[in-house]
């Protein structure tokens, strides 16, 4: 009986060691973009702390083995389950410290569970078990302990619980390991009655905060953007906070600003209207990405628009801009017009397996700072939307700041026209983002600037159209290569113009 609880404990800890680690590559991921970057190196060192912590197991003495074994589930629930909630505040309350401790805490944890397998096994070998057994048991309840997170971490932890509470969960359940243990061992459990109190007072934290995860979540959003927070949520695939200070409403996803009411008017004239002026024979467009529906707004006023089909991946998103009042007034109900089909897919598989040809496309996915971004900028992606558009028609691609971050700018300008396309670059200042970018392209149309438009417009004119096509010297094209999926060029470019800005 004893064996089989030490070997079902091997499954336990074996899920809460992946657990702790997947927390912290999304985590990092979310607030630090390159997500292949950051689980890489993460993965990296976990691996070397586990080793690390193997080597070390062989000090300790045989009869202090489950003594240590339960000092170590202790002590992982404790760092492990207190490490989201750490990351997180310190990134909100402090940035700089943020990449130091997140190695520090994923070291710190990898050692202790490099520790946990070989002290079980030693266990298990003081109980008379066959050497074969032994391993073909412990590896097989290692594995099948991966097997159960890593299908239940995407699916179920991070969007329903979140990832502070997440790591909270795991936490109590190597303290509850440990407790476990500890009863069923009590005879051979030196000072059980003393690691019972600290096995206590370790759940009694880990509970609390599992409880007030919410609210430090909100502490640490709130920190990060100074406003009062009206609404948040964490999805599969992001995490959204909306705020609000006096008459201004902002959104982030993932900590990275996406509008602010006060002035998104200039960004999505701009992103809409060059292109729809031009096409005045226009019946359909499709939007990808947007989900705030505010590119929606612009395109619905042109009374020649039939219909629009947006594709945005994310549902928690259009359904809180489709149902929120403020954000519904903000976008003026444009995801219920009757015109609208919302689909929530992940636009470069929808394209490929729809078939429908569009007058114009309006492309405005968040910037491209991670790999999961950088494939929607691609040649291939390009390739693909071009058959998707019209001969004549416009697509027109939010593409970054052409003033900090130019690389990656004119990057995405090549990437266009490697996929076939003509490209007319432009930008405009918007007071929350500085000078921003976008690109106009075309399959065959020849296109020039509007000097007027049909309807009436708070920031574009004929005078500041013909502006924003004009490049100052500090800005002018540079020679970039194509994005291509094999290397992704673009993120690593956005990476490196951002870094410089904040230097």
Avoid at 411 to 428: F, M, Q, S, V
């Amino acid at each position: 009986m004893t064996r089989h609880i030490l070997i079902f404990s091997v499954f336990v800890v074996a899920s809460c060691g992946l657990a702790y680690e997947l927390v912290a590559g999304a985590l990092s991921s979310y607030l630090l973009g390159d997500s292949v970057f950051q689980f890489s190196t993460i993965i990296g060192c976990y691996l070397f702390a586990m080793g690390v912590g193997a080597h070390f197991s062989k000090y300790v003495k045989d009869d202090e083995v489950l003594a240590r074994f339960i000092d170590i589930e202790l002590a992982v629930g404790l760092v492990g389950g207190l490490s989201a909630a750490i990351l997180f505040l310190t990134f909100a309350w402090t940035g700089a410290p943020f990449r130091t401790m997140l190695y520090v805490m994923v070291f710190l944890v990898g050692a202790m569970v490099g520790m946990e397998i070989p002290l079980v096994m030693r266990a298990l070998n003081a109980r008379q078990t066959a050497f074969s057994e032994l391993v073909s048991k412990v590896l097989t309840f290692d594995y099948l302990g991966a097997l159960a997170v890593s299908v239940l971490f995407p699916l179920v932890l991070a969007p329903q619980l979140g990832l502070v509470r997440t790591a909270f969960l795991f936490g109590m359940l190597n303290v509850g390991v440990g407790l476990w243990t500890i009863y069923t061992f009590r005879a051979e459990v030196v000072h059980a009655t003393g690691r019972v109190l600290r096995a206590s007072a370790v759940m009694s934290l880990l509970v609390a905060g599992f409880i007030a995860s919410d609210r430090l979540v909100r502490w640490g959003e709130q920190a990060m953007s100074g406003d009062q927070i009206i609404f948040s949520t964490a999805t599969p695939y992001q995490r959204l906070v909306l705020t609000r200070w006096k008459d201004d409403l902002r959104l982030y996803i993932n900590g990275n600003l996406q509008f602010s009411s006060r002035d998104e008017y200039r960004y999505h004239e701009a992103l809409v209207h060059p292109a729809l002026e031009a096409l005045p024979w226009a019946r359909s467009v499709l939007v990808l990405g947007g989900g705030d529906g505010l590119a929606l707004r612009e395109i619905l006023r042109y009374p020649n628009i039939q219909h629009v089909t947006l594709v945005d991946l994310d549902p928690a998103m259009t359904q809180a801009f489709a149902s929120r009042s403020e954000l519904v007034q903000l976008n003026r109900g444009a995801l219920r017009d009757p015109r609208v089909t919302v689909v929530n897919a992940d636009a470069a598989i929808w394209l490929q397996h729809n078939e429908q040809v569009f007058d114009a496309a309006i492309v405005d996915f968040p910037d491209p700072s991670s790999f999961a971004l950088g494939k929607l900028y691609s040649v291939p992606f390009y390739t693909q939307l071009k058959r998707h558009v019209a001969a004549n028609g416009l697509i027109v691609v939010q593409s970054t700041s052409p003033f900090f971050a130019p690389h990656a700018y004119w990057t995405i300008d090549a990437t266009l026209r490697e996929a076939g396309l003509a490209t007319w670059p432009y930008h405009l200042y918007v007071p929350s983002f500085g000078e921003w970018g976008f690109v106009l392209a075309s399959p065959q149309l020849p296109y020039a600037p509007p000097q007027h438009y049909r309807l009436p417009l708070r920031y574009l004119n004929g005078e500041t159209t013909q502006a924003m096509f004009t490049f100052p010297p500090d800005m002018q094209r540079l020679p970039m290569a194509p994005n291509r999926l094999n290397t992704q060029s673009l993120v690593h470019e956005f990476e490196q113009d951002w870094r410089r800005v904040m230097r």
